[in-house]
């Protein structure tokens, strides 16, 4: 059953205490903990372990104040030496800073490793982010094309908060051509989907709401929620799907949904026409489309919204085309549409002109549904699950019938782990955790295939070393990549 978290430590189980530091109780920690207890090693440096990649997450935010040991050791079902152990380790590497009579608090080494550039170090195979390549020679005939059109934009000043009339009315003709009626008016444009979400969320949502979420679901969107003050009703997506009833019953007690039901990020999975059929949700609720252009077995899904009339939409060209032209949307009723757009000066003023008429331009030739290029996700998807099937006999990656990932589950709770050690041998991944709450998906990892073949190979090489060296002891030190 769906149950309220607040996933940071903040809120139900903290408080502001007199120095101004956020106190998390030993509650809040427990549920961050997650399987902790599972694996090899002394528990003290398991938990040390844990609590580091917490704060290198910024689940523990710096300056926060830790329960005391005997607290946190009788939460935790553990002893007070092995909580002690723990904190002491901390401290000697600079995680933790204690003070007499004085809760410890979290800060960060001095000798931190900084971010790596921009980029990242080169020989790195980088399976963090979850994105294609750019079409490079239709990228460039459509800015060709968007050029020629951009002078009829210079009599104008160029602030357009809902977008230009070109992108609106080819988002609209998308979903006409998909059979949902659409209007340009229901169309907002925005700065990705991302920017979307953020901006939804501003305007729907009051501190201490609960938002209804898919468990895996996409990390920006747990952040997008938490820094809303929301709290977040996570509904499980099993191995078989989505649960008309739980997300039926969550609905009831949420403000908002965010669901992402076309080859949803992390699993890939597609909602089956019978729960979409039959889903009905009392709350206002986002769809997700950001991958449905990604569709590897089978025709892509209908609209969403041609099942929820109330939906609000969100899309994007980040995955079927690039991510980097930043070109999102909202499809809504004009009413959310005008108070998204009030809200909008906020932050930002408006989308570049140049990337919309480009987008235009693929949306209107039908480029952004590119044949060529999900051939070439299958075949990567397919050469991933059977080098890991080779090299990681353990590991179960389920085929995902469209996007760009496999959700891959270990035996062993030791994604983070994993993740903290796998630069060192070559490979950045996204642990499980960070596209949940409370902990969870410490046995998952996500792995992208939008890399050729060959590094994908060599990705799964490094981390069977690197799964091995943490088999016999080692640990890493390397905090989370970012994510897309
Ligand atoms: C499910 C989902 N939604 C939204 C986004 C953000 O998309 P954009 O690049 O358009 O902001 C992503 C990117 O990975 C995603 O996977």
Redesign the pocket.
């Known amino acids: 059953m769906a149950q309220a978290l607040t996933p940071t430590g903040l809120g139900f189980h903290s408080q502001i205490d007199y120095a101004g530091s956020v106190k998390i109780s030993s509650y809040a920690v427990a549920r961050m903990m997650g399987t902790w207890q599972e694996g090899p090693g002394p528990a003290h440096q398991r938990l040390s372990d844990r609590l580091r990649l917490l704060i290198l997450d910024g689940r523990l935010s710096l300056g926060a104040a830790l329960p005391s040991e005997r607290d946190l050791a009788t939460v935790l079902g553990t002893s007070r030496t092995t909580v002690g152990a723990a904190y002491r380790t901390l401290v000697e590497h600079g995680y933790l800073a204690t003070r007499a009579r004085a809760r410890a608090t979290v800060r960060l080494p001095q000798d931190t490793p900084p971010e790596p550039p921009a980029g990242g170090d080169p020989m790195t195979i980088d399976l963090s982010f ?2 294609p390549p750019a079409p490079v020679e239709i990228l460039h005939a459509a800015f060709a094309a968007a050029l020629e059109r951009l002078p009829h934009h210079f009599e104008r000043h160029g602030y357009d908060r809902y977008g230009t009339a070109e992108l609106r009315e080819a988002v609209a003709d998308w979903y006409q051509r998909r059979g949902l009626p659409t209007a340009p008016d229901h169309i907002m444009i925005t700065n ?4 979307a ?1 953020g901006l939804l969320a501003r305007t729907l949502l009051a501190p201490r709401d609960k938002v209804l979420i898919d468990h895996p679901t ?1 990390p ?2 747990i952040r997008t929620f938490t820094d809303a003050h929301a709290r977040l009703l996570p509904v499980a997506v099993g191995a078989s799907g989505w649960d008309t009833a739980q997300l039926q019953a969550a609905g009831r007690d949420a403000q908002l949904a965010y669901l ?1 039901p076309d080859f949803h ?1 992390p699993t890939g999975m597609c909602m089956s026409a019978r729960v979409r059929h039959r889903l009905r949700l009392a709350c206002p609720t986002i769809i ?1 489309e ?2 449905t252009e990604l569709a590897l077995d089978g025709a892509k899904p209908e609209p969403f919204a041609a099942h929820m009339p109330t939906a609000v939409s969100v899309g ?1 060209v ?2 079927s085309v690039w ?1 980097g032209l ?1 070109i ?1 949307w909202i499809r809504a009723l004009p009413s959310l549409l005008q108070r998204l757009e009030k809200a909008r000066p906020a932050t930002d003023l408006g989308t570049p002109v140049v990337e919309q008429l480009a987008t235009a331009v693929l949306l209107n030739r039908r480029q952004t549904e590119r044949p060529d290029t999900l051939r070439q996700l299958r075949s990567q998807r397919d050469a991933l699950r059977k080098t890991l099937a080779e090299h990681l006999p353990d590991v179960h990656a389920p085929q995902p019938a469209g996007g760009v990932t496999l959700w891959a589950t270990f035996r062993e709770p030791i994604s983070s782990r994993l993740a903290a050690i796998a630069p060192d041998y070559g490979v950045t991944i996204a642990a499980g955790p960070r596209f949940g709450i409370g902990g969870a998906f410490e046995r998952h990892i996500r792995l992208p295939y939008t890399l050729p073949s060959s590094q994908l190979t060599e990705a799964v090489r490094r981390l069977t070393q690197a799964q091995l060296a943490l088999s016999q002891g080692a640990t890493g030190t390397h905090g989370p990549a970012p994510v ?1």
């Open positions: 979850a994105a990705g989907a991302q920017h979400l996409y920006h969107a992402i990020n997700d950001t991958m994007s980040s995955k991510g930043r999102g897309a």
